[in-house]
Structure formats: structure tokens, C-alpha cells
């Protein structure tokens, strides 16, 4: 049951746009995992410049900065 959270500064995406970047993640999830399309899911949530330290470096990447598979090439 892959599930892909995407976070990001804001992107002003239409839904098709949206649609379309959640079926390329999910082939990439289903070939390098084998899984089935139902068994993927993929959320985007979007965050403001002034919260991503707060919000995503410390407490997602920062913490795991040693698990992730591909690092930031940018530190706070």
C-alpha cells in the first residue's frame, strides 16, 4: 500500500494538472514496487515559504536527514 506525500511551496495547478502528476507518481510506485494502481495513493500538500522550516525541514527532513534516499541539496 504505497502512499506518496508531496510537499511543496505553492504551485497554482489545475485539477487536470494534479490528476496528471498523480498518475506519473504513481506508475514510477508501481513499477519499482509491483503494486497495483488501487493499492497507491498520492496526496500534495503545499506550504508557504515562511512555514516549510517549521513544518517540514523540522520534523521530516532534518530528523531523517541520515534515512531519506535522496537528500536535500540544501540545509536550514
Not at 503494486?35 to 531523517?64: C, F, R, Y
Request: some cysteine; hydrophobic content about 40%.
Amino acid at each position: 500500500m504505497p502512499h506518496v506525500d508531496i510537499k511543496c511551496f505553492p504551485r497554482d495547478l489545475n485539477d487536470e494538472q494534479k490528476a496528471a502528476l498523480a498518475e506519473d507518481i504513481a506508475q514510477v510506485i508501481i513499477r519499482h514496487f509491483d503494486s497495483k494502481d488501487s493499492s497507491v495513493s498520492v496526496a500534495l500538500n503545499q506550504v508557504q515559504p515562511e512555514d516549510w522550516k517549521a513544518q517540514v525541514w523540522d520534523t521530516e527532513i532534518g530528523p531523517k536527514i541520515d534515512d531519506l534516499i535522496k537528500k536535500p541539496g540544501y540545509s536550514m
